[in-house]
């Protein structure tokens, strides 16, 4: 009896362990969607202030617009005409598109998520720092949005010639890096 006792105990125990693993498993999530669902997060909280905000502007304009309902009109006098002045107007200034702008504004997201892509990482943020090292290098390797080892070996080779810190990761100071050479191509 002792005997069908521990095993039944044991059979619970290997269970619940078994459960658990399983569901710490399922639930984990790579860097990329963790910064992007932290990313999220942080937006619906500033749209969720965004929309008290609005709210309250509503309540101020509806104040505004019944104390001036409430105001007595005064009787306006007519108005002079006004004399034609010639100006002279300023030439337009003529705004210059870079041939890679819209990678260079990709890089800006990054910088501006503050994002952080190492060995292992996947995603579109990847395949962007991808697309910039085919450019940099004059490849034409294939943008599969998978941090492996020759994407690893091309940063590298990228932070060596920039005189970044040679790690093979990518943060805010190697896409801004990214973003000055573009520049001048």
């Known amino acids: 009896m002792e005997n069908f006792k521990f095993i039944l105990f ?6 619940l362990l078994g ?8 639930t984990m999530e790579s860097g990329s969607t963790h910064v992007f669902n932290q990313t999220k997060k942080k ?4 749209n969720k202030a965004l929309v ?13 617009k019944t104390e001036k309902e ?10 002079a005409p006004v004399q034609k002045v010639e100006t002279k107007t300023e030439p337009q200034v003529k705004t210059t598109v870079l041939k890679y702008q819209s990678l260079i504004n990709e ?9 952080y892509l190492k060995n292992k990482s ?21 943008v599969d949005n998978d941090y492996g080892v020759s994407t690893v ?3 590298k080779n990228f932070q060596k010639a920039q005189g970044l810190t040679v790690d093979g990761g990518t943060g805010p100071s190697t896409y801004k890096k990214m973003i000055i050479w573009l520049k001048t191509k």
Do not use: H, M
């Open 10 to 15: 044991s059979i619970f125990i290997l269970l």
């Open 43 to 46: 937006l619906e909280q500033e």
């Open 122 to 142: 996947q995603g579109v943020a990847v395949g962007t720092i991808q697309k910039f090292l085919n450019i940099y290098n004059n490849t034409s390797n294939r």
């Open 52 to 64: 008290d905000e609005i709210s309250i502007l509503k309540n101020e304009i509806s104040l505004l």
């Open 153 to 155: 070996t091309a940063v």
């Open 70 to 79: 409430e105001t007595p009109t005064i009787k306006e006098e007519p108005i």
């Open 107 to 115: 890089l800006q997201k990054l910088v501006d998520g503050n994002i």
């Open 19 to 26: 459960g658990t693993g399983y569901w710490a498993f399922s």
